[in-house]
């Protein structure tokens, strides 16, 4: 069956007869190709996009402020302190940076998470699934190696971070006052912009 042209309905009717209702919508949180594939692991990932979710579109910036007793449990975590190893492979990766803000008196702190949505400079690997297919395809053998390294540099990062914790809680206790490290003026609060 073949329809001419004076079969078809005039275009601007069209308009005024279809009506368009958009169907149901909910919050979404989007994770870029290049965390997914940077060989952090799927804890690490789940945890990155449940701190995306903090993200307040409306302040402009990336900064959140959650607990990590909330996002161990939004993460299926049982303690607060088991997001710290995730924490540290998003940090060694570059896809988040973490500040940890102590109040003067040294016993509290929380932690401020920049959320960062690109790559950091100089980040070799695939970005995208095309290029990570691409590599796949053509040179899996390198694919494989890379996978391979950038596992051992993401543990031995996490490693390294968890000593010099270690090292900062030991000079804290040292020193008495517990606080180190806390940038006097400028540091913003959960509750003066918090998520």
């Given amino acids: 069956m073949t329809i001419s042209p004076t079969d078809m309905p005039d275009p601007a009717q069209l308009d005024q007869q279809i009506e368009v209702q958009l169907g149901r919508r909910a919050p979404f949180t989007q994770v870029g190709d290049w965390v997914l594939m940077s060989c952090a692991s799927d804890r690490a990932v789940t945890l990155y996009s449940r701190l995306s979710m903090h993200i307040n ?12 007793d909330v996002l161990a449990e939004m993460a299926g975590l049982g303690k607060p302190e088991s997001v710290t190893p ?19 008196n040294g016993l509290r702190a929380r932690n401020r998470y920049e959320i960062h949505q690109t790559p ?14 691409e590599l796949r395809r053509t040179r899996p053998d390198e694919l494989a190696a890379w996978q391979a390294e950038r596992r051992a540099w993401i543990a031995a990062g996490v490693k390294q971070m968890c ?8 000079r804290r206790k040292a020193n008495k006052s517990g606080i180190l490290g806390s940038r006097p003026g400028g540091v913003r609060t959960p509750l003066q912009r918090g998520t």
């Fill in 120 to 133: 950091p400079h100089g980040y070799v690997g695939p970005v995208s699934a095309a290029q990570y297919y």
């Fill in 163 to 170: 000593t010099k914790r270690k090292e900062d809680a030991a």
């Fill in 86 to 104: 995730y924490t540290d492979e998003l940090v060694v990766i570059g896809a988040v940076s973490v500040e940890t803000v102590r109040y003067a």
């Fill in 57 to 68: 579109i409306q302040r402009g910036d990336t900064e959140v402020w959650p607990g990590q």
